[in-house]
T-cell receptor, first 113, second 109 residues
């Protein structure tokens, strides 16, 4: 099993550009999450999904969009990138059974200049 | 509001024992997680507590007191590879994780 995979690993964007961060998992997990992690801060939930076709906002959704057309894939779209979106983005998944651990992808380091 | 507090940084000596504390305030509570995160890497799961008491897993143990909103992670026989950030996260009534900022643990020889 590859677990949770993310692409790209690194990206530099100019202000106003758009991009999609890809995330895929091969563990047949229903629940998937997008977090951002700023230096010295805890993980902040951007969006999450409890199954294909279902998505919901987390704590910091502004400036982002997601879709979940399959169980495996959960892409994150940034529209009109801003310097405040410079961060490390982690995708995670779990089986959705309360106390089960979340499995994380390796992260995408995004810089907006 | 919801809040997780843990120390920013701790230093310990190789071979010693260190305890990392975490206090939490959440809307509802469905358990407390500890994750380890090495610099530049993703978090990896260490432990989960939902009932009061101590859970031991090798060199790592985690304790929970629900009445006090308090948990700690105990690391024994410290090794240099234990140098990392340790993230405390509480699961709220919506089964979402509220994350602390992490405790950076520095191990000295």
């Amino acid at each position: 099993n590859a677990g949770v995979t993310q692409t790209p690993k690194f990206r530099i964007l100019k202000i106003g550009q758009s991009m999609t961060l890809q995330c895929a998992q091969d563990m047949n997990h229903n629940y998937m999450y997008w977090y951002r992690q700023d230096p010295g801060m805890g993980l902040k939930l951007i969006y999450y999904s409890v199954g294909a076709g279902i998505t919901d906002k987390g704590e910091v959704p502004n400036g982002y969009n997601v879709s979940r057309s399959t169980t495996e894939d959960f892409p994150l779209r940034l529209e009109l990138a801003a310097p405040s979106q410079t961060s490390v983005y982690f995708c995670a998944s779990d089986s959705g059974e309360g106390g089960n651990e979340q499995f994380f992808g390796p992260g995408t380091r995004l810089t907006v200049l | 509001g919801q809040n997780i507090d843990q120390p920013t940084e701790m230093t310990a000596t190789e071979g010693a024992i260190v305890q990392i504390n975490c206090t939490y305030q959440t809307s509802g509570f469905n358990g407390l997680f500890w994750y380890q995160q090495h610099a530049g890497e993703a978090p990896t799961f260490l432990s989960y507590n939902v009932l009061d008491g101590l859970e031991e897993k090798g060199r790592f143990s985690s304790f929970l007191s629900r009445s006090k909103g308090y948990s700690y992670l105990l690391l024994k026989e410290l090794q240099m590879k234990d140098s990392a950030s340790y993230l405390c996260a509480a699961m709220d009534s919506n089964y979402q994780l509220i994350w602390g900022a992490g405790t950076k643990l520095i191990i000295k020889p």
